[in-house]
């Protein structure tokens, strides 16, 4: 029976080829689409699965409110992890862990610095699962200067993965490092990359008011988190009231230090604190491809059914035909069924392809490194049987019932009408789709509106034509370096600082005002020609200079911590931080150096010479390719070994919004492939609305009727429902982005040509694809379709 039911269902489909096509192109599609946004969302929802304990394993943050200012750190102070261990029986373990900047380790002649350094306790591997090729987890950290590297770090310095007991020497502070370990690398799914663990030196910092660590702890079997972090106030008072520190006088003034956790598999996508260790994914967007997956999917279904019942006229007979000679209803059901069910098969064979040779330009798009893996397969087979038989039965369901529900004397007679008139299922179902088109057409302006926004806001710098050398710290002496290159022609002006405006690991400290306010602000170290380089505007006092010596011991401020601190412009006045005493010289009018998702926080300035990591280089030229070749020769005449790199201020900036423009890019794709499977939809809707027309067509046209008036006539119920599912779509679709954009503290207000844009573009595009079938209805001959009459 089965055979003979796939045999008949494969037979009624190659009869009807164009039928055929679109439903398997429609729901390839939407299948296709289904598959890479599952691809990535599975990819996200995998971060630092790969630990065996990742279920017990939590981050330490701390909640600062400090001087009216509240912010929550991704680390702890450097007693916390120990204190934790031996306070409370529950956390069986803790380690620190510390990013190391500036690192350059040395291979033969060769200086290379590396970014994915980290200072570390013994107990690292005690919490997380870095399974070593050689070494001894126990014991790899245990003696001072001893480092544990990667297969890659491995194979780098020492071409082989047999590195245990070589040396490894670090040029920053001069120490050679025993290697006591090899680690296999870290897979990509972490949300930290670590190529060097080196051993942890003993702190003398106990202080609870320093934050400096990212502190881990791994909790027992049965343990409560949230019982744990209860605890956390009383731990912070009993350890904070020191004679150096009064916790309770600095409570009673408004402030707190208050510790708690983040689960280590909830870092990657709902943690966006200061200082963590990478850049971190965001759920709402898991949460918005997922819903987009699944409309895009109902859009496929929606075209079959809407397609399947638009054909009842045609398979009128048929059913009649076999109610007549005895065919059970069952029977009918299970013929339409096997045939929804086959096109899915053949639909989902064509979106597996699809997938896997569109990942390659997906990754492009998206940033990631998806690869189809046999581990891959183990989860994605067993989810396509359950996709078939759920979009089979979905989308084929309710034509099966439709039209297994003909009575043969109505069918027989030609009672039965099935024009687009004759389904309000149908129309609900077309403005069910174009209300979901509308919805992402909406939401892919807006998001698009706000990038521009952002790109070409100002910033209160400028940010354009500013070259960024790095490691400039590494020469010997960065003054001179600068000094030859502000000699150069093509350069307008030149600094040396420790810190840029680029959403980077920075500084901050802690400032006392005479006048008694306290505030935790950004500390850059800048020299004199910061301000002039970067283009920012001083709208109180004067800029440093060497002609002061007292410069050493001032400040430049930013109008919010103006705010913050009470300034009253008296450059008299005395501002205290931990270490020493300033004072003010000058006031910078505010500038946006953190993400625009961010009100500008307080900034204070000092001039030294000290610790300058980078060389911006602001440049006027139209010969870029020649200017760089200058500045290499200059590089490599004062440091030959030492690796040449280079960035653009503008680039690196933007780098704060690759998520959101990466977004972007998939919200019009998909977006796209929306609006393709409605209007695959809505082209055969409208053929098969002329086609039940044709009679009427052709006496309308006897009767004098123009091409125009019979094009109107047929597409107007269609845009009537596009405009229904405007009106629907239109306010939702507001909402949804007015919320999104309140992630922006700076972002630019919905306009309403925004979503009138979507509407008109929305009745365009419906009108193209119904005015196709529309029209060539209309030109056809009226002879062809009266002479059966």
């Known amino acids: ?137 126990k014991t790899a950290l245990a003696e001072p200067n001893s480092i544990v590297i990667s297969k890659s770090a491995a194979l780098k310095y020492f071409n082989t993965t047999n590195a245990v007991g070589k040396t490894i020497s670090m040029v920053t502070d001069s120490t050679a490092y025993k290697v006591t370990g090899v680690m296999e690398d870290m897979p990509r799914q972490s949300h930290f990359k670590a190529d060097f663990f080196l051993a942890l030196a003993p702190n003398h910092d106990n202080s609870w008011a320093h934050f400096s660590f990212n502190t881990y702890i791994l909790l027992k079997p049965g343990s409560d988190h949230k019982l744990l972090e209860g605890k956390f106030d009383a731990l912070a008072r009993r350890n904070m009231n020191t004679e150096a520190f009064n916790y309770d006088k600095f409570v009673a003034k408004g402030n707190y230090i208050k510790l708690n956790l983040t689960p280590l598999k909830d870092i990657h996508l709902q943690s ?33 059914m809407n397609l399947s019942t638009a054909r009842s006229a045609n398979r009128a007979r048929e059913v009649g035909v076999r109610k007549v000679l005895g065919s059970p209803r069952k029977y009918l059901i299970a013929q339409f069924l096997s045939e929804s069910v086959l096109v899915t098969i053949i639909a989902t064979v064509i979106a597996v392809l699809a997938a896997w040779a569109l990942l390659p330009l997906f990754n492009q798009m998206s940033g990631k490194n998806l690869v189809i893996t046999t581990q891959t397969f183990m989860w994605l087979l067993p989810s396509l049987l359950i996709i078939i038989a759920v979009v089979g039965i979905l989308a084929g369901g309710y034509p099966a019932f439709f039209l297994s529900a003909f009575q043969p004397i109505d069918v027989l007679k030609g009672k039965l009408s099935a024009g687009f008139k004759g389904s309000t299922l149908r129309s609900f179902l077309v403005v069910f789709q174009f209300s979901i088109s509308i919805f992402l057409i909406i939401g892919t302006l807006v998001v698009y509106n706000q990038l521009a926004y952002i790109k070409n806001k100002d910033l209160g710098f400028n940010r354009n034509q500013v070259l960024i050398v790095k490691n400039a710290g590494a020469l010997a002496n960065p003054q001179t370096l600068k000094q030859e290159v502000k000699q150069l022609p093509e350069v307008i002006d030149a600094t040396l600082s420790s810190f840029l405006p680029t959403g980077t ?124 070749n200058k500045l290499e020769n200059k590089w490599k005449a004062l440091a030959p070994n030492q690796q040449f790199e280079y960035s653009f201020m503008d680039e690196d900036f933007n780098t704060m919004y690759n998520n959101e423009q990466r977004m972007g890019k998939l919200f019009i794709t998909f977006t796209t492939l929306a609006i393709i499977i409605a209007c695959l939809g809505l082209f055969s809707l409208a053929a098969y609305a002329a086609e039940q027309r044709n009679k009427e067509i052709g006496i309308r046209k006897v009767l004098g009727a123009s091409v125009s008036a019979i094009v109107g ?76 009459e």
């Open 1 to 137: 029976m089965l055979k003979n039911f796939l045999k008949t269902a494969f037979r009624s489909l190659l009869k009807n080829k164009g039928f055929t096509f679109i439903n398997v192109l429609g729901l390839a599609l939407g299948l296709t689409t289904c598959l890479l946004i599952v691809f990535y969302v599975v990819d996200e929802l995998s971060y630092d699965r790969f630990n065996t304990k990742f279920d017990r394993i939590y981050r330490v943050n701390t909640n600062l409110k400090y001087g009216g200012t509240t912010t929550s750190f991704a680390i702890a102070a450097p007693p916390v992890a120990n204190a934790l261990a031996k306070e409370f029986p529950e956390v069986e373990s803790s380690a620190r862990l510390s990013a190391a900047i500036n690192i350059r380790f040395k291979k033969n002649d060769e200086i290379i610095e590396e970014k994915t350094v980290f200072y570390c306790d013994p107990t690292i591997f005690n919490i997380f699962s870095l399974p070593l090729m050689e070494g001894d987890l």
């Open 713 to 788: 006539m047929l597409s107007k119920d269609f845009i009537k429902l596009v405009l229904i599912s405007f009106i629907i779509a239109a306010p939702l679709a507001w909402l949804a982005m007015h919320k999104w954009l309140e992630g922006f503290a700076y972002r630019q207000n919905m306009q309403w040509w925004v979503v009138a844009i979507a509407g008109i573009g929305a009745v365009v595009i419906a009108f193209a694809t119904i005015s196709t079938q529309s029209f060539k209805a209309a030109v056809a001959n009226p002879a062809d379709s009266l002479k059966s």
């Open 505 to 628: 690991l920075r500084w901050t400290n802690t400032l006392s005002a005479i006048s008694g306010k306290s505030v935790q602000t950004e500390f850059w170290r800048v020299d004199k020609d910061y301000l002039n380089t970067m283009g920012m505007k001083l709208v109180q006092g004067r800029n440093f200079s060497d002609q002061f010596l007292t410069d050493s011991s001032a400040l430049i401020i930013n109008e919010t911590a103006v705010k913050m601190l009470g300034y009253n412009g008296d450059p008299s006045e005395k501002i205290i931080n931990i270490n020493r005493e300033y004072h003010i010289i000058g006031v910078v009018k505010d500038f946006n150096f953190n993400s625009l998702k961010d009100n500008v926080t307080p900034l204070v300035m000092t001039m030294t010479s000290d610790d300058m990591a980078s060389l911006s280089i602001k440049i006027s030229t139209g010969n870029l390719s020649a200017l760089m």
């Open 272 to 304: 966006n604190k200061q200082r963590e260790l990478g850049v971190n994914g965001d759920i709402q967007y898991i949460y918005i491809f997922s819903a987009v997956a699944v409309f895009i999917l109902i859009l496929a279904c929606i075209n079959f």
